[in-house]
């Protein structure tokens, strides 16, 4: 499908799955979460890149790589989520599938977090489906890059 891989993106304390809240983000660690991923990236025909920053300034970082080094970016930005300008103005460059992850349905949390700086520029947002929302962002970005494709075939 692409030689490129998926980045797949986790903001502050997403290291402590398994671990931080279990009643309300399970007890499925990070390294099973990219187990999940990984596998279904092959299903595929794509690779992973799996990465995890509690700084912010990394996450931008990743993102800005992502524009020439990846095919899709699943990105769960965490707390970043609702305040960092940064990120979405690093995600507004990127002309690649973004999918926006939460574990938990953050609607029916605090009020702070229904505000989203990075949905303005995802492809599609996945919020509440627990660590399957990662799997789900993975077939999204698939599912965006068959259409691309099957739109330029058509131009050939």
């Known amino acids: ?32 979460v990219e187990a999940n991923v990984r596998v279904k990236a092959s299903e595929f025909g794509l690779d992973v890149v799996f990465e995890q920053s509690n700084y912010e300034g990394q996450i931008v970082e990743w993102i800005q ?13 965490a707390a970043l989520t609702h305040y960092s ?12 599938p973004i999918v926006e992850v939460h574990i938990s349905n953050v609607h029916q949390r605090e009020s702070f977090r229904h505000v989203s700086f990075v949905s303005p520029q995802a492809t599609a947002v996945i919020a509440g489906a627990g660590v399957l929302g990662y799997e789900l962002g993975v077939q999204v970005v698939a599912n965006e890059l068959n259409k691309t494709s099957s739109k330029s075939e058509d131009l050939s």
């Open 65 to 77: 790589r992502a524009r020439t080094e990846a095919c899709g970016i699943v990105i769960n930005p």
């Open 1 to 32: 499908m692409s030689e490129l891989p998926i980045f797949v993106l986790n903001g502050p304390n997403l290291n402590t799955l398994g671990t931080r809240k279990p009643e309300i983000y399970g007890h499925t660690t990070l390294a099973d």
């Open 85 to 96: 300008i940064a990120v979405h103005d690093a995600l507004e460059m990127c002309e690649i």
